[in-house]
T-cell receptor, first 115, second 114 residues
Framework: DMKVTQMPRYLIKRMGENVLLECGQD?????MYWYRQDPGLGLQLIYI???????SEGDIPKGYRVSRKKREHFSLILDSAKTNQTSVYFC??????????????FGAGTRLSVL | KTQVEQSPQSLVVRQGENCVLQ??????????LRWFKQDTGKGLVSLTV?????DKTSNGRYSATLDKDAKHSTLHITATLLDDTATYIC?????????????FGAGTQLIVIP
């Protein structure tokens, strides 16, 4: 069963607290992604991971870091969360990187509120 | 600067009606274009991908067109069902290689009413 699982689904944190968002996939995909989705905007790429310990900044990496120690697991960390990081965060995976045949599989998202 | 523009922002149709969603983009190069469906509170699910200069695809009640000269794509939904209520997102890939990046539109929110 091809699945991307995100935990938790909902999270409320206070400004300055640390946040850990977790993502797992059961398809042995090489490439994994973290996006955020804000109202009226397209998804924005935060980080991309090509494989274990091979990560690269996306378009909006400031305030975030990632960890990928196993191929099936990709974490997004917010050190000292800010109110403007309130958003819906999506994890995705794909067999490889690039190309029309390389579709992305998305998790259901984590809705994060930073108060 | 927004490189993928979708219209309309939202659309209400009655069950059984047809509808057309539009996607205009300025991404260059434009390797491929993919349409996703996003149910409320869920992740994105791929509906179809278009690749050729002038391309057409069909997936059940969903059909799509792409005109790379005009940098324009349409998604047609025939005989809408209540379950078609969702946000439809247009995504343009700028290369077919590992260097390729994806450019997401903000989506069209479709509401199908009885």
């Amino acid at each position: 069963d091809m699945k991307v699982t995100q935990m938790p689904r909902y999270l409320i944190k206070r400004m300055g607290e640390n946040v850990l968002l977790e993502c797992g996939q059961d398809m042995s995909h090489e490439t994994m992604y973290w996006y955020r989705q804000d109202p009226g905007l397209g998804l924005q790429l935060i980080y991309i991971s090509y494989d274990v310990d091979s990560n690269s900044e996306g378009d909006i990496p400031k305030g975030y870091r990632v960890s990928r120690k196993k191929r099936e697991h990709f974490s997004l960390i917010l050190d000292s969360a800010k109110t403007n990081q309130t958003s819906v965060y999506f994890c995705a995976s794909s067999p490889r990187l690039g190309g029309s045949q390389n579709t992305l599989y998305f998790g259901a998202g984590t809705r994060l509120s930073v108060l | 600067k927004t490189q993928v523009e979708q219209s309309p922002q939202s659309l209400v149709v009655r069950q059984g009606e047809n509808c057309v969603l539009q996607c205009n983009y300025s991404v260059t190069p434009d390797n491929h274009l993919r349409w996703f469906k996003q149910d409320t509170g869920k992740g994105l699910v791929s509906l179809t991908v278009l690749v050729d200069q002038k391309d057409k695809t069909s997936n059940g009640r969903y059909s799509a067109t792409l005109d790379k000269d005009a940098k324009h794509s349409t998604l047609h939904i025939t005989a809408t069902l209540l379950d078609d209520t969702a946000t439809y997102i247009c995504v343009v890939g700028d290369r077919g290689s590992a260097l390729g990046r994806l450019h997401f539109g903000a989506g069209t929110q479709l509401i199908v009413i009885p």
